[in-house]
């Protein structure tokens, strides 16, 4: 009786473990379903194969999403960590999952979504869009795909502060120094270090394609700042004064024409361009001030125009037209009293980290008084030691006070061109610096206005 | 001379004429060696020649190339080569900071001849583009060193060749960002060879101002 009840199954009678079982797991199938039709959809473009080509325009414009699960972020790494190799970086991802720092089973919960352009890596919840951090790609040391038995992981290697913060459920609270002290036989010995990014892709290909996509993200970059090195080793070869700071000379051939001076850069000087534009010659007058304008013709040397021109061009083209009139306004300020260390911070703040060099241009044009704090000022944040992510170091031009007062009371040794030693020459060439300033003042606010007018585009 | 006539002879001596001391200047240096008459006398000409008639060396040798179907990018070709020292170009005073001058220059023209050796692969090419970029920086602070050691009488000259240095490496930078763009290389040395020639005037120019 009891095998004929077992072997007789009816229709539609169910045993109760398996209606709570299996409902349980529709239910579950059901959400997972629903939430997967909910979710919207990535923002993906077409690769070329085989290498995953991008258009670089893409990562530099917009950017690119794919979908991960994340697994969390490992901080405290020791920096020596080699990327490449799988037994180390398994061995501390083995760790971390046995100690919970790192997500054991791969579930939807771990659904994320990384969004790659030249300027970070962006991770997001699936769901919900939650950032879970961000990394600025110079914080990028190194990626790599591990494939382990079933599961593809792909392995980013960062800076400590990377201007994220570790998921603070899964990682414990650690300590955020930049290094680990430990103890050796011959002392303290200090450790850089770095942390590990984990995540996980459904298979080879996505693992390739993400690293492959970081690599031309890391080429484009690389680019960039190798010809941003090279337009700054230019620019300051070219800014870089010729002559001592006296502006007194018996070289009479060293009064400018400024007209020729203009005329040469056709088609590049902006505010010779909108000058001729209304019919006027740039020697002639400035909207500003046209009687200091041609009073001053004859007094700008060759290099303070040149200087002059050079800069504005550069402003032109590494700025926009509304940081242009910020430029102006900033400067207008000092001119008006503002300090030199607000001007400079201002400064800073407009240029930002990727243009902090231009404040190198400024140099031959800030008055001596000022030049102690701006040459100190250009030494912390880095320009003059050429700091950067392609670091070089350059030889600057140092203008002290000793060299300053040096050229006005000694001269310039053999040329004796500009032997001053009396407060009134001394005087002179403070009025005169000022005057330059205001010149170039003026004709930097125009260069503002006539941006405005033009409707001008960087 | 004046700032007019050095303008004059830096437009005569434009780049087509670099073919003349890149390419030709090293054969009358080894034809010396056979027929010491000959040579000047051939290099005379060809001077005189070039000078009247911009661009006709190049024109004889694209010619003979031509003529021995010797199949060869003669712009790669000439950026090959121009890294060479020209002695005409080589300033002669015993002061170090010509002496760094001539070193300067030496350097950024040999760096700037390696670019079709590199520009393929990549990495190597961006250390390529670092490298002269710190001798483009090292040749202009010697440039400005001596400038404002000396404070020449007709500093306007010296100043303008290096407003036109200037120009053609900003000009050489641009033609980068093309080529990282385009991919097409043959626009690099040309802008390569440009720059080589800057190179080669400012040294002429202080030679003839020092």
Same mark, same amino acid.
């Given at each position: 009786m009891e095998d004929d009840v077992k072997k007789v199954k009816k229709p539609g009678i169910v045993s109760p473990f398996k209606r709570v079982f299996l409902k349980g797991e529709k239910g579950r199938d059901k959400k997972a379903q629903e939430k997967a039709t909910e979710r919207r959809a990535l923002h993906t473009f077409s690769l070329s194969q085989p290498d995953h080509r991008i258009d670089p325009d893409i990562l530099l414009n917009d950017y690119i999403e794919k979908e991960v699960k994340y697994l969390g972020q490992l901080s405290s790494v020791p920096g020596y960590l080699n990327p490449s190799s799988r037994t180390e970086v398994l061995q501390l991802i083995d760790n971390a999952r046995k100690s919970h720092q790192l997500a054991g089973q791969l579930t939807s919960e771990q659904d994320a979504v990384v969004s790659l352009s030249a300027y970070n890596i962006k991770l997001v919840w699936r769901d919900g869009e939650d950032i879970i951090l961000r990394v600025p790609i110079h914080d990028v040391a190194a990626v790599s795909y591990i494939r382990d038995d079933s599961l593809h992981l792909v392995v980013i290697k960062t800076a400590q502060e990377s201007g994220g913060s570790p998921c603070p459920s899964s990682c414990p609270d650690l300590n955020k120094s930049q290094t680990l002290s430990s103890l050796s036989e011959s002392g303290a010995v200090l450790v850089e270090v770095c942390c590990l990014l984990v995540l996980a892709v459904d298979n080879k290909a996505a693992a390739e394609e993400l690293c492959l996509l970081l690599s031309q993200v890391f080429q484009i970059v690389y680019t960039e700042s190798t010809i941003d090195f090279l337009d700054r080793a230019i620019f300051d070869g070219a800014t870089?004064?010729?002559?001592?700071?006296?502006?007194?000379?018996?070289?009479?051939?060293? =009064?400018?024409?400024v007209k020729e001076a203009f005329e040469e850069e056709a088609g590049t000087f902006p505010f010779q361009a909108s000058m001729e534009a209304e019919g006027n010659s740039p020697s002639a007058s400035t909207p500003a001030s046209p009687q200091t304008k041609t009073a001053s013709e004859g007094e700008l040397s060759t290099t303070a125009a040149e200087l002059l021109q050079d800069y504005m061009t550069t402003l032109r083209t590494k700025l926009s037209s509304q940081e242009i009139q910020q430029f102006a306004t900033l400067l207008h300020e000092y001119r008006n009293g503002a300090s030199i260390h607000e001007f400079c911070i201002n400064l800073r703040q407009l240029y930002g980290d990727s243009r =902090?060099?231009?404040?190198?241009?400024?140099r031959p044009f800030i008055p001596e008084k000022d030049s102690q704090h701006f040459e100190n000022f250009l030494e912390t944040i880095g320009v003059k030691d050429g700091r950067g992510i392609i670091t070089d170091s350059f030889g600057r031009y140092r203008r002290t006070a000793s060299s300053a007062s040096d050229s006005t009371t000694n001269g310039n040794g053999a040329a004796g061109g500009s032997a001053a030693s009396d407060e009134g020459q001394e005087a002179s060439e403070g009025d005169e610096w000022d005057r330059m300033i205001t010149d170039i003042s003026n004709d930097i606010e125009a260069l503002g206005c006539s941006m405005d007018q033009d409707g001008a585009t960087p | 001379m004046t700032m007019e006539e050095m303008k004059n002879e830096a437009e005569t001596n434009?780049?087509?004429?670099m073919t003349l001391y890149a390419v030709m200047y090293p054969v009358f240096n080894e034809l010396e060696r056979i027929n010491l008459s000959a040579a000047q006398t051939l290099r005379a000409a060809f001077i005189k020649a070039e000078r009247e008639n911009p661009g006709l060396t190049q024109d004889i040798i694209m010619k003979i190339l031509e003529k021995k179907n010797v199949q060869i990018n003669f712009t790669e070709s000439l950026l090959r080569m121009a890294?060479?020292?020209v002695e005409e170009f080589m300033i002669d005073r015993p002061e170090q900071e010509f002496q760094d001058l001539n070193e300067k220059a030496r350097a950024l023209k040999h760096i700037l001849s390696k670019i079709p050796d590199e520009i393929n692969d990549r990495v190597r090419f961006l250390q390529t583009i670092k490298d002269i970029a710190s001798a483009i920086k090292e040749l202009l602070d010697t440039v400005n060193n001596v400038i404002k050691k000396y &404070?020449? &009488?007709?500093?306007r000259a010296l100043e303008h060749q290096k407003k036109e240095f200037v120009k053609y490496s900003k000009s050489f930078s641009d033609t980068l960002k093309t080529y990282f763009k385009d991919g097409k290389a043959i626009n690099v040395f040309i802008s390569a060879n440009r720059l080589i020639h800057q190179t080669n005037l400012i040294l002429q120019t202080f030679k003839t101002v020092a």
């Open positions: 870089t004064p010729t002559r001592h700071l006296s502006l007194y000379s018996d070289d009479s051939s060293s =009064k400018v024409d =902090k060099f231009l404040l190198l241009g400024l | 434009s780049m087509v004429s890294a060479d020292d &404070q020449y &009488q007709n500093r």
